[in-house]
């Protein structure tokens, strides 16, 4: 399977009150996940463990290409199409990471999309919900698979080429298995992370503590000392910050974990919402 990124990178129009500004961070981190790059994460600093270097995770092969854009853009875009390609390589999905909404419509509508698209959203004005309408709209007149994960960890296809995406690069809502012996934890395996790597950090400290409350209490603290990529203000659709989404996915995967390896240790445990 092969995908074809879609991300800003810094530059673009002078900053001012009529213009946009793209993250550029966030396409970073997700490149760096799926090429097992080195440099993406820092978070233990000199301790580091190398927690990823035991799974297959250097998918540089599967990228068909990455396509850049400028940052800082009007808000509003005459010509979007100026700022497109002369062509694209052959891909199955499209994976877009914080890009002007304008471009990515008028990249839809100007080159045909293969299988499927993605389009996480880790802050609450990267897309809007007509931006939304419309690509749902194309894919459904082309048998296009779309997601609007908000975040990419939500991410959890049931079927089709999205869901053998998510296998096939191992992103998405996280998935663990562990062993446990003696009422402690003893090894813990990531099937599938949190695309910014997150699952990967915290997986590597819970061996040692009881797979209960210790354990969620432990994941919590290690999720906010993470670097999540998502944003902090508080977003409509949830009346929370997408970040805080972010954790409590992480933790009520783990939670059903638990609730299936060691159901007596969830007794007394409440459930995240």
């Known amino acids: 399977m092969k995908i074809l990124i879609l991300r800003s990178i810094p530059g673009g129009e ?7 500004r793209m993250d550029t961070a966030y396409a ?26 035991e799974y297959p995770l ?10 850049n854009f400028p940052s800082i853009l009007p808000a509003l875009l005459d010509e979007p199409e100026e700022y497109l390609p002369s062509n694209v390589p052959e891909y199955d999905i499209l994976l877009a990471l914080g890009i002007h909404e304008q471009i990515l419509l008028a990249f839809a509508n100007c080159f045909p999309i293969s299988r499927g698209i993605i389009v996480p ?8 919900p007509y931006a939304i309408d419309r690509l749902r709209e194309l894919g459904g007149s082309q048998g296009i698979e779309t997601a609007f994960p908000k975040p990419f960890c939500s991410f959890n296809p049931k079927n089709g080429i999205l869901k053998t995406f ?3 690069f191992r992103i998405g809502r996280p998935e663990f298995e562990m062993s446990v012996s003696d009422g402690k934890i003893q090894n813990m395996q990531v099937g599938c992370s949190a695309p910014c790597g997150a699952s990967y950090y915290v997986a590597r400290h819970l061996p040692g ?6 354990l969620i209490l432990k994941a919590d603290m290690l999720l906010s000392a993470y670097p999540c990529t998502a944003d902090h203000a508080i977003d409509r659709e949830f009346n929370d910050s997408i970040t805080h989404q972010a954790v409590k996915i992480q933790a ?19 459930r995240s919402e």
Request: charged share 30%; proline share 5%.
């Open 252 to 270: 009520r995967v783990l939670e059903d974990l638990i609730l299936r390896e060691c159901p007596s240790e969830m007794a007394f445990m409440t």
């Open 166 to 168: 998510k296998e096939e």
């Open 209 to 214: 503590l009881s797979p209960g409350e210790e």
């Open 121 to 128: 959203q880790e802050r609450s004005d990267w897309l809007s």
């Open 28 to 53: 970073r981190r997700v490149i760096g996940h799926l090429s097992d790059t080195g440099d993406y994460c820092s978070t233990c600093g000199s301790k580091c463990r190398e927690c990823r270097r």
């Open 58 to 67: 250097d998918h540089t092969g599967s990228i068909a290409g990455i396509i």
């Open 14 to 20: 002078k900053p001012g009150p009529y213009t946009v």
